[in-house]
T-cell receptor, first 117, second 114 residues
Framework: GAGVSQSPSNKVTEKGKDVELRCDPI?????LYWYRQSLGQGLEFLIY????????KSGLPSDRFSAERTGGSVSTLTIQRTQQEDSAVYLC???????????????FGNGTRLTVT | AQKVTQAQTEISVVEKEDVTLDCVYE???????LFWYKQPPSGELVFLIR??????QNEISGRYSWNFQKSTSSFNFTITASQVVDSAVYFC???????????FGKGTRLSVIA
């Protein structure tokens, strides 16, 4: 498809289990972002990949969260030992170059709704 | 600190009314970029507009218009003659340079009632 693809669309897991969320960005987009959207909290930045540069991990809420981007394309966000407060919609976005570039708006996927029971 | 504030959590209007969504930002940078995104019930965020800090011209696109005022650090969004399809959550966002992620406000949920 032409858009950002995220899988799974929904994930229910038990507290303490690990989960992996996948993002397929738009082909050719060098920048990839993960955001978390909790009810009433807006979009919270998690991590940002730009080309071959070291990722900006400044938004990751704890060391239980990690992400990687293989081959400059697909990205996986991993949450270890999930907690109930991790329940949210996890959104992935990609852009052609960087976020501020004029013709490089972010394109978002539909998100993965994570529920930790 | 860099911050985006959307003070209106929820707004409800009757179809054909005009509505303005407020956005106030904080930054110490002289170069920055402001954005509006729409998140319809389907969930996918849709880019609406980007404005850089050196361009204070207001912009109109159909029923949408944006008013950027550096003096008040505001980037407000007006929908004229609102329609039911405008019902969505609208996010204002800020980026401080070409290589920093967007900082989003908490969003304003707009409901347009027929």
């Amino acid at each position: 498809g032409a858009g950002v693809s995220q899988s799974p669309s929904n994930k229910v897991t038990e507290k303490g289990k690990d989960v992996e969320l996948r993002c397929d960005p738009i082909s050719g987009h060098t920048a990839l972002y993960w955001y978390r959207q909790s009810l009433g909290q807006g979009l919270e930045f998690l991590i940002y990949f730009q080309g071959n540069s070291a990722p900006d991990k400044s938004g990751l809420p704890s060391d239980r969260f990690s992400a990687e981007r293989t081959g400059g394309s697909v990205s996986t966000l991993t949450i270890q030992r999930t907690q109930q407060e991790d329940s949210a919609v996890y959104l992935c976005a990609s852009s052609l170059t960087s976020a501020g570039a004029y013709n490089s708006p972010l394109h978002f996927g539909n998100g993965t709704r994570l529920t930790v029971t | 600190a860099q911050k985006v504030t959307q003070a209106q959590t929820e707004i409800s209007v009757v179809e054909k009314e005009d509505v303005t969504l407020d956005c106030v930002y904080e930054t110490r940078d002289t170069t920055y970029y402001l954005f509006w995104y729409k998140q319809p019930p389907s969930g996918e965020l849709v880019f609406l507009i980007r404005r850089n800090s050196f361009d204070e011209q207001n912009e109109i696109s159909g029923r949408y218009s944006w008013n950027f005022q550096k003096s008040t650090s505001s980037f407000n969004f007006t929908i004229t003659a609102s329609q039911v399809v405008d019902s969505a959550v609208y996010f204002c966002a800020l980026s401080f340079s070409g290589n920093t992620p967007l900082v989003f406000g908490k969003g304003t949920r707009l409901s347009v009632i027929a």
